[in-house]
Each structure stands twice: as C-alpha cells, then as structure tokens.
C-alpha cells in the first residue's frame, strides 16, 4: 500500500508547543487564560479593521451565537447558502428558526445575488422578512461581498460572515472575516490553521464580544454564587487549545502561500488537459485556495478519478453536497437555479494541504493523467 495522500491534514509549525508548555507550567488548563487573551488578539491584529474576536469551541458554535446575538427565534427565517457543509445551516434549526436557500453564481460558486433578491422578495411577499444571511466564502474564494452586503442592506437585513473557509482570503485588500454584522472563523483540523477544533466570533463592537462570552461561558451572572438570567452555553475555548492556535498564527501566511502555490501546480499540470476546469479568482478576490477544486465534464468522471485516486491511496471528495439536497432539508424552501447542482455532479476536491511534498504532488498528478490516458 502506497503511503497516504490527505486531502487537507494538520501542518504544525513547531511553535505550538511552547504556548501549551506554558500552560500546563502555569496550571492554566480552563476556558479562559493568558493563551485565550493572546489568541483573540492575535487575530484581531490580523483581521485589522477594529474588530474583536470571541474565541470559541466551534466555528459553529460561533454561528450559533451570532444569531442568539441576533434575537433569531423560533418561528423565524434564515437565508442560507445552499452550496456549504452542514454546519452553516444547523444553527439556524438549533434556535427553531427554517433555514432559507439560495443558489450559487459562477464566478465564485456562492451566493447568487440575484437569487438572494428573488428569496427576500418573495419571503417578505410571504409575510415575513428574513432576520438574517449566511453567505459562505466557499472553498477560500471570497462571495461577491459588496453587491450580497448591499442587497442585505436594501432590506435591513444584517449578514452572518461564515468565514470559515477563508482566513488568509481577502476580498478588495479587507480580509474576509470583517464584512459581515458578525463573522466566524473555524480552526478544525483540516482548515488553513488548527487548533484541532475551535472556532471563533468576530464582532464589530465590544459590547457584542461580552455579550457573545458570556452566554459561551454558562450566561452566570455577576454574583458570589451561581446565578443564572439567561440560558447558557459551553462554548469557550481552552487555555491549551488557543496556544495551539497561537502557534498556528506564526504560520498563517506561510501556509496560505503553500496552498495557493498548490493551486497554481495543479494549473500548470493540467494545463493541456481540456477536461479540467479550475475556478479562477475575480477582478478583487484573493483567495487562500483551501481547497484546490476542479470541475469535470460529468458526475461519471468526477467518480471515475475519484475512485482511481483512492485506488493509489490518495483522498479527494465530492464538492459539498447543496443542503437543499439533503435529507434533512428536504422541506426547507429553496431558490435554485441548478448552479450548486451541477458544481456537486461535476466537482472534485483535490490534496491541498500546506505540507504536501513535491513527491506527493507529483504523484497526485501521475494518477490523474494515468486515469484520463486509459
């Protein structure tokens, strides 16, 4: 059996180890200590544009609290990206509210505008407006941020960030994790960096983040005994976890420029192969290139590569598959346009991570020309 080939591993810088050393010396193991502060403003000094982080367990717990922080309550409508993981959509179920879909464009392969004024229209028609909108950087490429952040403000409707996907990404010179009402970040194991999991909440007031930690941190008020005026949830990021990220944050650029110059690799192999087609940036985008995803010219060939390339130990995977395919939103109302439908039949994730070897990459490349040759 040939070694592995991950699809997007975790890349340590060695600089990890310090921060968790000083943890464990100085018995700093809760959520909350010298590596939660640190991380937070670490990340606000790299997101700039006067912004505060809440450092959480979870991207999506991060998502979750934006719309707590939001008033989204039972019986409300949330829009949501259609083509996204799953997690950019639970959250709006977590608080009862129905998540909305809308369709993607091709330039970015995210929310549509167009079809985001579609939904708006005819949900306000319906007689409610939404009280929120995810719109999701895909795969690191920023969405079409002012003509979505105009459409929602056309409608006072505020916008929920989901960034994920895209710290290191840029979108006209601002980094994305600062366009929305509010943002998150994850840092799960195969992101850009990892703190094995976590996640967090950029705000653009303090007051937000307070309100943001405190209900992460059991919503106990201010007394000499437990005492509880809203419900609480567990959500705070550890002491250890966050001088992982503190590590990571060493990296930050390094590993976008290792994943972009991964990109750029598989372009110039395949540049002769007509059967491959590569997601180009718009005039404004710089994206962190996550992932490396190629479009084919049919489901069957997108499967066909697939299985060749686990066939020689290399994993690859399906673009995300739209959540008004999926079982458990099969009720939720979509607006579609058959973009996000067509990405999933015909689109493939290919190894990008920060660590891949050139061995590695030029073995990536053998398979994918053996398959297309036979």
């Known amino acids: 059996m040939k070694p592995k080939i991950w699809l997007s591993s975790p890349h340590m810088s060695g600089n990890e180890q310090a921060y968790i050393k000083e943890a464990f010396d100085s018995n700093w193991v809760a959520p909350l200590g010298p590596n939660v502060n640190g991380f937070e403003i670490d990340l606000q000094s790299y997101l700039k544009e006067d912004r505060y982080v809440a450092a959480l367990a979870s991207g999506t717990s991060a998502l979750h609290l934006s719309l707590i922080l939001l008033g989204v309550a039972n019986g409300d409508e949330v829009i949501c990206q259609s083509k996204t993981f799953s997690a950019s959509a639970y959250p709006i179920v977590y608080q009862g509210a129905t998540p909305i879909f809308v369709d993607s464009e091709r330039e970015t392969w995210n929310m549509c505008p167009l079809q985001l004024e579609i939904a708006i229209k005819d949900r306000i028609a319906k007689g409610k407006t939404p009280k929120a909108i995810i719109a999701v950087h895909l795969y690191g ?142 005039e404004g985008c710089f994206s962190n290139r996550w992932l490396s995803c190629i479009l084919l010219d049919s489901k069957s060939t997108r499967e066909g590569l697939r299985l060749a390339l686990e066939n020689e130990n290399i994993e690859s995977r399906p673009l995300w598959k739209p959540m008004h395919q999926q079982p458990i939103f099969k009720d939720a109302p979509n607006y579609l346009n058959g973009v996000s439908d067509e990405l999933f039949e015909k689109g493939l994730c290919l190894p990008s991570g920060s660590n891949l070897t050139d061995i590695e990459r030029n073995r990536i490349v053998k398979a994918v020309n053996t398959y297309f040759n036979s």
């Open 141 to 282: 490429m920023p969405y079409k941020v002012d003509e979505i952040n105009q459409i929602a403000l056309k409608y006072d409707i505020p916008v929920i960030e989901d960034s994920a996907e895209a710290l290191g990404s840029n979108y006209k010179g601002q980094k994305c994790g600062t366009f929305g009402d509010f943002s998150i970040l994850s840092f799960n194991g195969n992101k850009i960096i990892t703190t094995s999991g976590g996640g967090a909440l950029v705000t653009k007031t303090l007051p937000q983040k307070e309100k943001a930690v405190f209900l992460a941190t059991q919503a106990r008020d201010h007394a000499p005994h437990y005492l509880h005026s809203h419900i609480g949830y567990n959500y705070r990021m550890s002491n250890i976890i966050a001088g992982i990220g503190r590590g990571q944050m060493t990296i930050l650029d390094s590993h976008v420029a290792k994943r972009r110059s991964n990109h750029q690799f598989y372009v110039d192999a395949f540049k002769d192969n007509k059967n491959i087609i590569f997601l180009e940036e718009p």
